[in-house]
């Protein structure tokens, strides 16, 4: 029996309508490093976005599916890209501003990016790769920035728009198409620790749900009251869906532009007062430790999510002591991203909620998971048996982008057979749901057969009052195939004393498990979107290049 509902598509051009008129007083706050901060209501950002739109398809020529890059910081005007280029029938491809130049030309190539609408203090980055982009046939410029780079394009090259100029005075209404909810909507580049990166498209389906799953109160819980200050990049995996969640609930957001140094950052949410902020754990260690030197009022936030990389207990703890709540949250480019949040079951004490709040967090009723064990078993939710994280559900990839004009997905043994991701990701799941990451299975030491988690170590290191970060890898033992090594940063002030950080860790850590091997750093390395890079750490060691110190 078919069921006697209307089968309306699922589409991003709903949710700019509904949030620039249902929520059309909400806003968006772009911080300027001036005195005032520039804003703009949800109302103005909807039809600039329209305006955007007559602008792509009337001098720019996009009439059909492709893919227009964004390099652009969290500011409103990429907002109203989120929005225009979707709906307008084009893919929304945000280019992550911190990777290596020969990555992003492969990315942009890969796409076949037509349009790429740039801030103009990125033109430094963007200038000098342009005659390696022979898909692009438009570049807007957005903001402040040095034009002069541009003035020895060739006749060859873009053409080049002022982002202003080019909406000015166009229509504020857009005939949106209706178009097929499966169909691509956004893309975003995994960070590609090895091989080529890998494209994921997102649909407007697929975003329409994880929109919605992003506001509910098991998740973000996020509604109109609420200002949301949006670290997480806007290249990184859609903001973590923010930038569509907020229009949805008319959630209004603080975005920090270029100004993402703890200091700015602690002054915005003293001065804005956003009640949720989301970002990945460098930045709160980072924001930690400023206002820890010069106070700030964080209060305001009333919920902040972190995720992006295993969040340390003690950070938690550190911020519960400020009055700020973190939470927990587990995802992957993948993934949309939201894969698990921790928020805690219903009724329970501090005390009783913490063991829930440490955890990845659980699983929301879109995201199906299984534990596949070594020998290709699934193992029982039991919160001891561990294996590899597998996923499936509406908003999780399929496939990979096989690249423009090629061939439509790319083959990757990431996908089982039967159609789940294989998310490399290494942990227990327990009776009720909650997910407890141990490791990348790529991190994981393999010591005389047994396996040590890194993020187990990291986390009780961290714990330490002397040390700021600290990063485990593996490293060759000629014993045990594997043994931990140690890389340590610091508070200022401390000095190094291994031997007393050994023993703080045994006081956690089953003593086979301790590393032998330790080295002092200035900062652990970090990959284009803030995680520890333990693939640089790896290199480091195998060239000789810490000063490791041996502790048997
Ligand atoms: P990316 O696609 O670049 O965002 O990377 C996704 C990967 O980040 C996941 O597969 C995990 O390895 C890691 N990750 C994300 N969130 C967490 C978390 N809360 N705890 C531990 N690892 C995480």
Redesign the pocket.
Known sequence: MLSTMQDVPLLISRILTHGSTIHGKSQVTTWTGEAEPHRRSFAEVGARAAQLAHALRDSCGVTDASAIGTLMWNNAEHVEAYLAIPSMGAVLHTLNLRLPAEQLIWIVNHAADRVVIVNGSLLPLLAPLLPHLPTLEHLVVSGPGDRSLLDDIDGGGPQIHEYEELIAGRPTTYDWPQLDERSAAAMCY??GTTGDPKGVVYSHRSIYLHSMQVNMSESMALTDQDTTLVVVPQF??NAWGLPHATFMSGVSMLMPDRFLQPAPLADMIERERPTHAAAVPTIWQGLLAEVTAHPRDLTSMRNVT??????PPSLMEAYDKIGVRLC???????TS?LGTMSNPPAGLSAEEEWPYRIT?GRFPAGVEARLAGSDGAFLPWDGVSAGELEVRGPWIAGAYFGGAGGEDFRPDDKFSPDGWLR???VGVISPDGYLT?TD?AKDVIKSGGEWISS?ELENALMAHPEVAEAAVVAVPDTKWGERPLATVVLRPGATVDYAALKAFLATRIAKWQLPERWALVEAVPK?S?G?FDKKVIRRQYADGELDVTELR
């Open positions: 995994t960070s990184h995996v972190i995720g992006g990389a295993a969040c927990h949250a587990w995802g992957m480019t993948e991203p990845q998310t490399g990701d990451l990348r993020q990959t979107v995680k």
